[in-house]
Each structure stands twice: as structure tokens, then as C-alpha cells.
């Protein structure tokens, strides 16, 4: 089996890593709550997806 020969600095190991993160999630801006909200997602405070209601929220059972 295959060893290094030498240490591997800090640096090194670091520069390596670098590319070893999770990516940020994209959201946008929901028009209808201002609330910050995952793309491809109903946004669980106004109930809307793509401009459509599609979910009933307590705001409608209330009303």
C-alpha cells in the first residue's frame, strides 16, 4: 500500500478541502409574505406556488 513519503503540510491538506463544502441554497423573495423561500417549494405562510393559492393556511380557515 502506497504511503507519503513526507508530511503534508497544513496548508496543503487545507487547499485540498477547500471543495469539500455543501453549496448554498438559491431562494427567492416571496411577492404575496416577503418571506425568504426555497425555489420549487409552496411557501408555508401565504400558501402560494407560482403565483397559484394551492394551500390553505390558517389566515383562510380564520377569515
Wanted: avoid cysteine; glycine fraction near 4%; hydrophobic fraction near 20%.
Amino acid at each position: 500500500m502506497a504511503n507519503p513519503k513526507r508530511k503534508h503540510s497544513k496548508s496543503r491538506r487545507d487547499k485540498r478541502r477547500t471543495h469539500h463544502k455543501l453549496p448554498t441554497p438559491a431562494y427567492y423573495i416571496d411577492p404575496q409574505s416577503g418571506e425568504p423561500t426555497l425555489f420549487h417549494r409552496v411557501n408555508l405562510v401565504s400558501g402560494y406556488y407560482r403565483g397559484k393559492k394551492v394551500l390553505a393556511t390558517e389566515e383562510d380557515s380564520e377569515a
